[in-house]
C-alpha cells in the first residue's frame, strides 16, 4: 500500500507559479513511478507529467517547457512546479503511484485544486 498526500494548490493570476507537492509513505521502495494527473471540469483526466524510478521523466505536450517535475527522495516527495501558467491549466492535480510499467491504476492522492484566473 501507498498513501500519498498532496498540497500546493491554489488560485494565481495567468503568467504566474505554483508548486504542488505529494508526500508518500508506505511502500515506497516499491514504486517505479510517480506521476500527476489533471481533471478539469467535463474532460477526461489526463496525465500531465511522469519521473520514473531512473528519474527518466515525462511531459505533455501542452506543459513542456512550462512544468518540472522532480523528486526528494529523502523527503519520498515528488513535486510539480508550474511556471507560465495559463487558464487552460486549471484542473484538480492528482498525484499517483504505480509500482509497474504495466500497472493501470495504481494509488491515488485526494486532488488539489489549481485555478489560473485573473
Known amino acids: 500500500q501507498v498513501q500519498l498526500v498532496e498540497s500546493g494548490g491554489g488560485l494565481v493570476q495567468p503568467g504566474g507559479s505554483l508548486r504542488l507537492s505529494c508526500a508518500a509513505s508506505?511502500?515506497?521502495?516499491?514504486?517505479?513511478?510517480m506521476n500527476w494527473y489533471r481533471q478539469a471540469p467535463g474532460k477526461q483526466r489526463e496525465l500531465v507529467a511522469r519521473?520514473?524510478?531512473?528519474?527518466?521523466?515525462y511531459y505533455e505536450d501542452s506543459v513542456k517547457d512550462r512544468f518540472i517535475i522532480s523528486k526528494d527522495n529523502a523527503k519520498n516527495t515528488v513535486y510539480l512546479q508550474m511556471n507560465s501558467l495559463k487558464p487552460e491549466d486549471t484542473a484538480v492535480y492528482y498525484c499517483?503511484?504505480?509500482?509497474?510499467?504495466?500497472?493501470?491504476?495504481?494509488?491515488w492522492g485526494q486532488g488539489t485544486q489549481v485555478t489560473v484566473s485573473s
Open positions: 508506505g511502500s515506497i521502495a516499491s514504486i517505479y513511478a
Open positions: 519521473v520514473m524510478s531512473g528519474k527518466n521523466t
Open positions: 499517483n503511484a504505480v509500482l509497474s510499467p504495466l500497472q493501470t491504476g495504481g494509488y
